[in-house]
């Protein structure tokens, strides 16, 4: 047994690391990759389906400004990513295809924090920095 292991610790000592240097260098994502989702505020009518169809309830319909600095409002979907499974159904369900899924997933997803993976209307539409809220 004790042989064993040497000659295969042996064998593979001259392949290359198969580590990945993340953050310093990206790693290459699928065209099927769901990375954060993305919200069009004007496609969307709050109608709540996303809500109910997500299966951690990590979906709220909030009330958020249309645009930034209007005073006007409307009802909008607010993600806690913390409990977000990544699966889709959001996105699939949604009547006006308002949600759709973009390619981030370190700049949104890695937080101190619990409260900072709150994705509000704002964050969500990309209106705000998504590392707002981010000390340690």
């Not at 930034?68 to 979907?77: A, D, H, I, L, V």
């Amino acid at each position: 047994m004790v042989l064993k292991n040497i000659k295969y610790a042996l064998n593979n000592i001259r392949k290359p690391p198969v580590t990945r240097l993340f953050p310093e260098v990206e790693s290459q994502l699928s065209d099927r990759f769901r990375g954060l989702q993305i919200l069009d505020k004007s496609r969307c009518i709050g109608c709540g389906i996303c809500a109910n169809t997500c299966p951690n309830n990590t979906i709220r319909i909030v009330k958020a400004p249309i645009a930034p600095g209007s005073s006007k409002e409307r009802w909008f979907p607010e993600i806690d990513i913390g409990h977000c499974l990544f699966c889709g159904l959001c996105i699939d369900q949604c009547p006006k295809e308002a949600l759709s899924s973009g390619k981030e997933y370190a700049k949104g997803v890695v937080k101190w924090k619990h409260k900072d993976l709150l994705m509000t209307p704002a964050k969500l539409a990309r209106e705000v920095n998504l590392d707002e809220g981010d000390e340690r």
